[in-house]
C-alpha cells in the first residue's frame, strides 16, 4: 500500500494550477482536456486538482463550499523565501515563518480557493 494522491476540489482548476505552479514551483503532470481535473508533481505523490461539478458527478454533493478542515504541507529548506514567494503569488498569508519548539520552521498560506498551506523545513 502506498499513498498516491491528494485531490482539493476547486473553483477553478487551471487557476489553481497556475497558482501553485507559480507559488510554488511544483510541475505540471497533467491538465486535463475538459479542465475539470489537473495534476502537479510533487515527489513520490501527486497533487491533484478537480472541479466541484466534477466531485459532484463522482462523488456526490460535496456538501460543503468551504475546504474540509485539513492542510496540506510542502516542504522546503528555504521556509521564510517560500513563504515570501507564495505570497508574492497571491497565498493569503496566515502565519508568517517562525521556529517550532521541536526545531522545525514553518508558515503557512491559504491558496485562492481557502486552502490552508503549511511550508515547512524537513524534520
Known sequence: ?????????????AASVEFYE??????RRLLHQSG???ELETGATALAFASHEL???SA??????????FEIC??????EAAYTHAVEAGGEPVSAPEEKPWGQHTACVRDPDGTLIEIASPM
Not at 507559480?22 to 510541475?27: D, H, M, S, T, V
Not at 456538501?63 to 474540509?68: L, N
Not at 510542502?74 to 521556509?79: F, G, N, P, S, Y
Open 1 to 13: 500500500m502506498r499513498f498516491g494522491y491528494t485531490i482539493l476540489y476547486v473553483r477553478d482548476v
Open 22 to 27: 507559480r507559488a510554488f514551483g511544483l510541475p
Open 36 to 38: 475539470q481535473y489537473a
Open 55 to 57: 466531485a459532484a458527478e
Open 60 to 69: 456526490g454533493e460535496l456538501g460543503r463550499k468551504e475546504p474540509a478542515g
Open 74 to 79: 510542502l516542504v522546503d529548506e528555504d521556509v
